[in-house]
């Protein structure tokens, strides 16, 4: 079995990048963020990315760090609402950008993975998504067709790994990583814990090691919160 742990995101993306590459990152706002190797990605510089991911993070944080260093050509994503700078480089016409229904977003991603390379939804027929595309009757209801993504590199966070590449994800965090893991030409991941083959339940693996090229034990977690909403405590 050839080792796939690197000492961290650094060494896990040695020999990976290039200019105008196409890069998915998992995540769901700032939840289950490949944190780590977002930073080591602005550290290399490398520019006119096309980056698929659900959101671009916020202002200061996750993909949105590599927004402030323009270094994303374009975004295709599903919202956007969270980042004042995607606002304005969007509006400026420095950023490109391909909206998706977010359930049509997972799909595309997950039928790139399979081998799928195109499908047909109701989702977005009669609307501004369907500009542009084939759109076919299905017992008597109209279908767009949407093809399926796929990626030079996939980057993924995981709860849990194993050195043969194995993962489990935590609750929420799961999101669009299972998915995306599937879709890249190479797919690199940072965990939480790296554990030997075989501790993890077999039963519960959400990602088999087939699919990830390298992983490594993230240096930092900071697991932000995206937007804090509270009350006031009641009284008794």
Not at 92 to 114: D, H, Y
Not at 210 to 226: N, P, Q, S, W
Request: charged share 25%; hydrophobic share 40%.
């Amino acid at each position: 079995m050839a080792n796939k742990v690197r000492k961290d995101a650094a060494a896990a993306l040695d020999g990976v990048l290039f200019d105008g590459m196409t890069i998915m990152a998992g995540g769901f706002g700032l939840c289950g963020i490949p944190e780590n190797l977002i930073a080591a990605i602005r550290e290399t510089g490398v520019k006119d990315l096309t980056v698929i991911s659900n959101n671009c993070g916020v202002d200061g944080f996750g993909l949105g760090i590599l927004l402030e260093n323009r270094q994303i050509k374009k975004m295709v994503s599903s919202y956007v609402g969270e980042n004042k700078l995607f606002e304005k480089l969007y509006l400026s016409g420095e950023l490109e950008l391909e909206f998706n229904p977010q359930g049509t977003l997972a799909e595309r991603i997950r039928a790139g993975g399979a081998g799928i390379p195109a499908f047909f939804t109701r989702t977005g027929v009669g609307t501004l998504v369907a500009e542009g595309k084939e759109v076919r009757a299905f017992d008597g209801e109209d279908y767009v067709m949407e093809r399926g993504l796929t990626a030079d590199l996939s980057i993924v966070k995981a709860w849990k790994g194993d050195a043969a590449g194995n993962l489990i994800y935590r609750k929420t965090a799961r999101n669009f990583n299972p998915m995306m893991a599937t879709a890249g030409k190479v797919t690199l991941v940072e965990v939480e814990a790296l554990v030997a083959v075989g501790d993890l339940d077999k039963d519960n693996i959400h990602t088999p090691g087939i699919y990830v090229d390298r992983l490594f034990v993230g240096a930092t977690f900071e697991k932000r919160i995206e937007r804090v909403t509270t009350r006031d405590r009641e009284t008794v």
